[in-house]
C-alpha cells in the first residue's frame, strides 16, 4: 500500500506512459546485458558487468530526470527551448570541427571535468521540436503573416542543416517531425513546400560539405541494389531467423558474436533472436505504437495548443526514431545508426530521452496556464 501511494502522489500525468517507459527499461537492461557479453570478453576480460553497470547508470538518469521533467510546468520548457537553440549552434559546430570522431563521424562533444561525451544533436532536436511548438500555439492568428512562417522555416533549416554535417539521418528523422507538426499546427501549404525546398537546399548543402556523404549515398545504393547486403544487414537477418517466433531464450544471442553494435543500432534484432517475435518484436512494436497513440492524444485532450503541440512533436521524434531503427534491422530502410530509444545502449542520448517522455508527461498533467508563453 504505500508503494502504491507513493505512485499515485509522485507519479502523474498518462499512467499508461509510465507503463510503457517500465516495460521497455526493464527489455533494455536484459538485451544489453546480453548483447555486451561478447564486447566485454573482447575489452574487459570477460567482466560482463561493467557495461551492464555503466548502461543501467545512464538508464537510472534518464528515468530521473524524466521524473523531474513531469513535475514541471511544461509552459517553462517554451522559454528553455530559446537558450536551447541558441546554444545548439555553436555546440553543433564545435561538434563537427572539433568534436570527438567515431566510424568517420564527429557528432560528440566531451563534457569537461566528467570526461562524458554528447551528441548536440540530441539538445537541438528537443530545443527544436519545443520552440517550434511554442511559436506555431503563440501565433496561431498570425499565420497569414509571411515572417512568423519564415521564421519558423529559418530555424528548421538551419538546425537540420547543421546535424546533416555530420548525421544524415538525425537530420532527416527532424525534419520530418517539423513537418508533420507544422502540418497539424495548420500551416498553409505554400509554406510547407517552401520549408521542404530550404530543407533540402541547405540540407544538401550541409551534406555534401559535410561527412557523411559519401557513406550516405554508398548506404542508398546498397539498399536500392538488392543483389547487394551490406554486412550488419546481412548478420541482422541471420539474427531475425534465429529468432523466429519463440526465440532461442534470454542470453543465447549467436549473432551478438558477429553483428555489429548489437546493443546499440542493431538490438532490435538481438531482441528478436532472443526473445521471438512473439515475446520481443511484436510487443516492442507495439509498445512505441502505443506509446504514440498515448503522446498524441494530449492533442484531443487538451485545449491548450502549446500542450498538444509540444506532446505531439516530441512523441514523433521518438517513435520516429524507433521506427528507422527497426526498419534497419528488418532491411526495410538503409543503414542509418539510430539507436532504439530507452532500449539501445547509449550515453546521454538515454537522459535525452527521459527529458522528451518527462515533457510529454507533464503536458498530460493538463495543469498548465499557456497564457504565460
Not at 500500500?1 to 500525468?13: E, P, V
Not at 518484436?281 to 497513440?293: E, H, M, Q, R, S
Request: one cysteine or more; charged letters at 10%; hydrophobic letters at 50%.
Amino acid at each position: 500500500m504505500a508503494l502504491r501511494d507513493w505512485i499515485r502522489t509522485h507519479l502523474k500525468g498518462d499512467r499508461q506512459i509510465w507503463w510503457i517507459v517500465l516495460y521497455l527499461s526493464i527489455m533494455s537492461v536484459l538485451v544489453v546485458y546480453s548483447a555486451t557479453g561478447t564486447k566485454a570478453f573482447r575489452e574487459l576480460d570477460g567482466n560482463t558487468e561493467i557495461f551492464l553497470l555503466k548502461h543501467g547508470s545512464l538508464l537510472m538518469l534518464g528515468l530521473v530526470c524524466t521524473y523531474f521533467a513531469h513535475r514541471i510546468n511544461y509552459i517553462y520548457y517554451a522559454r528553455l527551448a530559446k537558450f536551447g537553440l541558441w546554444l545548439s549552434i555553436p555546440l553543433l559546430l564545435w561538434a563537427f570541427f572539433k568534436g570527438s570522431a567515431l566510424n568517420d563521424a564527429s557528432r560528440w562533444v566531451t563534457i569537461p571535468i566528467i570526461n562524458q561525451t554528447f551528441q548536440p544533436s540530441d539538445l537541438a532536436k528537443l530545443a527544436l521540436i519545443s520552440s517550434l511548438a511554442a511559436m506555431l500555439a503563440k501565433r496561431q492568428r498570425f499565420m497569414s503573416d509571411p515572417s512568423v512562417l519564415i521564421n519558423m522555416i529559418f530555424w528548421i533549416a538551419l538546425i537540420c542543416s547543421l546535424i546533416v554535417l555530420s548525421n544524415t539521418s538525425t537530420a532527416l528523422l527532424l525534419g520530418a517531425t517539423c513537418f508533420l507538426l507544422m502540418y497539424i499546427g495548420r500551416v498553409p501549404v505554400r509554406y510547407l513546400a517552401i520549408m521542404v525546398g530550404a530543407c533540402i537546399v541547405f540540407g544538401g548543402i550541409g551534406l555534401y560539405l559535410g561527412q557523411r556523404f559519401g557513406t550516405a549515398t554508398n548506404r542508398i545504393k546498397s539498399f536500392m541494389d538488392s543483389d547487394t547486403v551490406l554486412y550488419q544487414v546481412e548478420q541482422s537477418y541471420i539474427a531475425l531467423a534465429n529468432g523466429g517466433l519463440t526465440g532461442q531464450g534470454p542470453g543465447n544471442s549467436h549473432q551478438r558474436n558477429t553483428l555489429p553494435n548489437p546493443f546499440s543500432d542493431f538490438i532490435y534484432a538481438i531482441i528478436v533472436e532472443e526473445y521471438g517475435l512473439l515475446l520481443g518484436g511484436i510487443p516492442v512494436v507495439l509498445a512505441y505504437i502505443w506509446f504514440l497513440w498515448r503522446g498524441i492524444k494530449a492533442i484531443q485532450k487538451t485545449t491548450r495548443p502549446f500542450g498538444g503541440l509540444l506532446s505531439a512533436g516530441l512523441t514523433f521524434s521518438i517513435v520516429f526514431q524507433a521506427f528507422a531503427s527497426i526498419c534497419v534491422a528488418i532491411g526495410l530502410a538503409p543503414v542509418t545508426g539510430q539507436p532504439l530509444p530507452l532500449l539501445s545502449m547509449g550515453g546521454t542520448s538515454l537522459i535525452f530521452t527521459g527529458l522528451a517522455i518527462g515533457i510529454v508527461l507533464s503536458v498530460s498533467r493538463d495543469e498548465a496556464d499557456e497564457s504565460k508563453i
